[in-house]
């Protein structure tokens, strides 16, 4: 089975603070997402990398950056986390354009 | 730039019941469609998923979708609903591969609750 895993389940950071949300797959995928997803909004997509040191921007990429040292691993960082920030991340990563595997997600509070 | 509406944002339905979940897509070219679902506190699992051939996908756990062009529509289908559906349910459309790489384009989803 794919395993799409998110090592932080739930976190409370102060506004202000720089955060980092990991993310490793164990399929050798290409491709891996970052999704944020918030009630009435439906899942929108912020960063998205097709390949080691590639990124590129989603639908709502500011305040945030990426960064794809290794294929298996892709980080989300928010350089200076915001009340507005605070909302649930899913990671997401695929081989092709058929089918993407989620991870459980990450749960953000900004305080 | 494509983009899908699902036009219910709750819909409740009796253990037993049949189950319609309502999804339009804009996209220019030949959708590729899917329907993932959510159980409380968990990632998203995908249900099926259409890209050609027969209008009538199956998918797991009993659902089925159908592809019209005509209406821009997928809608989710199931002919009897379990306590166990209970669920948020999204539609997605895939969008260009730009930079060689794939997304998603989802809707806002639609919760289902399930009266026993």
């Known amino acids: 089975d794919v395993k799409v895993t998110q090592s932080s389940r739930y976190l409370v950071k102060r506004t202000g603070e720089k955060v980092f949300l990991e993310c490793v797959q164990d399929?050798?995928?290409?491709?891996m997402f970052w999704y944020r997803q918030d009630p009435g909004l439906g899942l929108r997509l912020i960063y998205f990398?097709?390949?080691?040191?590639?990124?590129e921007k989603g639908d709502i990429p500011e305040g945030y950056s990426v960064s794809r040292e290794k294929k298996e691993r892709f980080s989300l960082i928010l350089e200076s986390a915001s009340t507005n920030q605070t909302s649930m991340y899913l990671c997401?990563?695929?081989?092709?354009?058929?089918?993407?595997?989620f991870g459980e997600g990450s749960w953000l509070t900004v305080v | 730039a494509q983009s899908v509406t699902q036009p219910d944002i709750h819909i409740t339905v009796s253990e037993g019941a049949s189950l319609e979940l309502r999804c339009n897509y804009s996209?220019?070219?030949?959708?590729?469609l899917f329907w993932y679902v959510q159980s409380p506190g968990q990632g998203l699992q995908l249900l099926l998923k259409?890209?050609?051939?027969?209008?009538l996908v199956q998918g797991i756990k009993g659902f089925e979708a159908e592809f019209k062009r005509s209406q821009s529509s997928f809608n989710l289908r199931k002919p009897s609903v379990h306590w166990s559906d209970a669920a948020e349910y999204f539609c997605?459309?895939?969008?260009?591969?730009?930079?060689?790489?794939?997304?998603?384009?989802f809707g806002t989803g639609t919760q289902l609750k399930v009266e026993l």
């Open positions: 997401a990563s695929s081989f092709d354009a058929n089918t993407i595997y």
């Open positions: 399929m050798d995928h290409e491709n």
């Open positions: 990398s097709y390949d080691v040191k590639m990124k």
């Open positions: 996209y220019g070219a030949t959708p590729y």
């Open positions: 259409y890209f050609s051939g027969d209008t």
């Open positions: 997605a459309v895939r969008g260009g591969l730009t930079g060689g790489g794939n997304k998603l384009t």
